[in-house]
DNA sequence: TTGTATGCGTTATCAA
DNA sequence: TTGATAACGCATACAA
């Protein structure tokens, strides 16, 4: 029999420990220790007294398992935390929101990966989570919508998943394309590419589809490139760039589904001696942080990661309060145009051989 | 009565539903599907079939509350997990070998708040994580440490904690310090600065002792300029390279707490037409994914935030195990210096006024 | 205003 | 190899 000196995973003081110390029933000191309305003040100071004298700590687990209704963590997952996206202030909306309710957050960094995904999934099923909102990796969701049935309620966050048969906070990215198109167009671009990289998921596909539509309805000729892969996009645009130098295929304005391979464009740019937004213009996708420097003043879309993550909390809550009926909630948001230095018109010779009409 | 549609927080199966329907009792169930080794191979496939068929999901609360051996989870708090930090690689590491062994993390975001800390703090403690790997705001710890005795063992992580009485994996700061003036040094600086900024924490304090040991020891003088706060060290780095360029009192070389500072130095040096680092050399701390964007080049210091967060999670996981016992676990991690070109040979007309000996 | 009895889903102990 | 029973800490219905 193993004794821990600190006294850890072994006889933390219950109800019934303050029960005995005050002289009443275990029962009592429940009600009194979450201010129930037919107990006497007296009593209620007197647990509370003795509960903080002796170091109790309510635990979550046999509350929980008392009565059934109150889940008392919220779950979610998503495929990267890092510099490559912008998850963390999502998360720390739905954290802090969250805690104002006592509840706390079981994350989960999918790193892209499709069994660490599910194996996530069922560790929030495990555990119970009052709702679990997730960024899933694809938009292929049925074999997380199988493990998560009937056990945990699903809230699907990002531009992967867009279905009225699931509850979700869909970020529109074809409105970014439409809108990159029109700015760039009014600058006097015509010759626009748009950088793209793997997998092909929704969220790329609304970019690439927006982008195409918007290029046609102008009359002008989409180009689509794609390269490298989600998880280091800087390096794709690194590469992108440096291919359309030697081939000497440059547009004018560049347009990149994600900051970081944005910033890419711009440094192999730089250091082939091209000044932007003078020779070439570049626009991204995200707002990330380092966006803002001035050495990038990267043009890019403010995607609403705080109202994402809000709006996806507010669900949750919602959820672990009232049940999960049957309507599907569904919020829709969209990005934010931010202009900044790295865009500017299109350069003059380029714009005289355009096909305007 | 509430009956939801789509069956959450209402009746999900458990190994009683098995056992009905296998025909044993719920105690086979439990073993069989813990693969125990006193339950015939036949039995232990009949379960596992129709466990998967019905959906039967554990249910770790209950787990937890009957074996009292073996909490489900870990507990993490860290400040921030945005740009400015980079708890995000450590978190994942954290996460990625927990999910291993199907422990997930609950994850705290204090966001510099001292109140929000603690309100986790209790979180943690409720929900009986196994470990809580907490980076705290402050060097002050009593009331964390109040808050979790016996109830949670703590492990402390990052620069502000290093006392043989806790768990601790302690990143040494001084260590940079003295490595950044002797890299400077050797490239003929004698003219340097570090660029601080609130709160002055043992993070802070450990840089600047540091830092003013090494200057002396080469009998330099040590300028120290403190602006600013962690949340905002972007700012602080602009507003101070702003006034020494108005003031006309800028070193060869000044050396920033933060990467995010010397960021914000080098764009202001930049808008003001002074060359990096031909004029001026500037280096950063904890090599942030924009520092290698080829438009900074910064030198800076890589603070092992992967191994760190290998060593904590191997903390936690050994006392989940062993029992938290006497011994107190302490590693200590050192940054490693990050050459760049936004460091240079010190300018000529300066060394020559320099103070050589 | 307080107490008794019962149950939540699982594991541990011991007996069969 | 399997099963009956008790226990984990708390909350609820109902009784006192």
Chains 1, 2 share one sequence.
Not at 40 to 68: D, F, H, Q, T, W
Not at 257 to 279: R, Y
Not at 325 to 333: K, Q
Request: proline share 4%.
């Amino acid at each position: 029999m193993k004794m821990p000196t600190k006294g850890f995973s072994h006889k933390k003081p219950t109800i019934k420990d303050i029960a005995k110390l005050v002289g009443v029933s275990h029962v009592a000191v429940s009600k009194a220790l979450k201010d129930a309305p037919d107990i006497s003040s007296a009593l209620k100071e007197k647990v509370n007294r003795v509960a903080s004298e002796i170091g109790y700590m309510p635990n979550a687990s046999a509350s929980y398992l008392s009565s059934k209704n109150t889940a008392h963590n919220i779950g979610m997952i998503v495929p990267s935390l890092g510099a490559d996206t912008a998850y963390d202030e999502a998360f720390k909306a739905i954290s802090e929101a969250a805690a104002f309710k006592n509840h706390s957050i079981l994350l989960g960094v999918s790193d892209r990966n499709r069994d660490l995904e599910r194996q996530y999934c069922r560790i929030m099923c495990e555990n119970r989570v009052g709702a679990l909102i997730i960024s899933p990796i694809s938009s292929e969701i049925e074999d997380i919508k199988q493990i998560c049935a009937q056990t945990v309620p699903l809230i699907f966050i990002g531009g992967k998943v867009d279905s009225k048969e699931q509850h979700c906070v869909h970020l529109n990215y074809s409105k970014s394309a439409a809108l990159a198109v029109d700015y760039l167009y009014a600058l006097g671009h015509r010759d626009i590419f748009l950088f793209l990289y793997h997998p092909m998921n929704k969220t790329i596909m609304q970019k690439k589809e927006g982008y195409e539509k918007a290029m046609r309805a102008r009359n002008l000729t989409p180009t689509v490139y794609l390269e490298g892969e989600s998880a280091d996009t800087y390096t794709a645009g690194c590469v992108l760039t440096e291919s359309l130098i030697k081939s000497g295929n440059l547009p004018t304005a560049i347009w990149c589904a994600s900051d970081l391979m944005a910033i890419g464009v711009m440094d192999t740019l730089k250091l082939n001696h091209f000044k932007i937004p003078e020779d070439i213009s570049v626009m991204g996708h995200d707002n990330l942080p380092f966006s803002k420097f001035s050495a990038y003043q990267l043009t890019t879309f403010d995607v609403p990661k705080k109202a994402l993550g809000e709006a996806a909390v507010n669900m949750a809550l919602t959820i672990m309060e009232n049940g999960d009926d049957e309507e599907r909630i569904h919020v829709s948001l969209e990005a934010l145009l931010i202009k900044r230095g790295s865009t500017g018109k299109a350069p003059v010779k380029i714009r005289d051989k355009g096909n305007e009409i």
